[in-house]
């Protein structure tokens, strides 16, 4: 999904940015990362066209509920797109014939892969393991429900300042401390 969101570019990854070493001293040494350029993948127009389609999939399609979800203060929306899937992870037992012996419900997943706006994209999934699976019959519905009540969180962020360089960072801690209480969750450095 990055690489649509980023017109069929792949970006580098970056986990550390820079280290610094002996601070103050005679031996103070500063490595500082310097990214490769971005190597396009996809052609410009295949990764419009593609983009096209996830949006329409959230204008008339599996994933119509998040239609003009994401308003702005100015008026203006988010453009959202992505793909819904919905998998039951069945294994049939066929016998002569053609004839179905046996068939058993495996796991089941629901998954909604998105991207807001020229900046956001992400993956929801929902995912019930075998012998449980069999009591669930959500589908890809549920993910995107997710992402649509998540709503108050995200739109603070898509309101906060815009970055477009690789490797950008300025958003992150923001984003971390809005995101993870709202999922019940904590960054390792809180306690």
Do not use: W
């Amino acid at each position: 999904m990055g690489i649509i969101v980023n017109h069929g570019l792949q970006l580098p990854e970056t986990k550390i940015e820079s280290l610094e070493f002996g601070r103050g001293t005679h031996f103070e040494t500063r490595l500082g990362y310097r990214p490769a350029p971005a190597v396009r993948v996809l052609p410009e127009v295949v990764a419009t066209n593609v983009r096209r389609s996830l949006v329409d999939v959230v204008q008339d399609g599996t994933a119509r509920r998040l239609r003009g979800l994401l308003a702005r203060p100015n008026g203006s929306n988010a453009n959202i797109g992505g793909k819904t899937g919905t998998d039951d992870h069945r294994f049939d037992l066929y016998g002569a014939g053609e004839r179905l012996v046996a068939a058993r419900v495996g796991d089941r997943s629901a998954t909604f892969v998105f991207l807001i706006g020229d900046r956001y994209f992400g993956t929801v999934m929902a995912y019930a393991y075998e012998p449980f699976a069999k009591k669930y019959k959500f589908t890809s519905a549920l993910p995107v429900q997710l992402l649509k009540s998540l709503a108050p969180i995200v739109i603070p962020l898509l309101e906060q300042g815009t970055c477009h360089r690789p490797g950008c960072r300025e958003n992150a801690a923001s984003a971390e401390s809005l995101l993870l209480p709202a999922l019940g969750l904590r960054s390792e450095g809180s306690s």
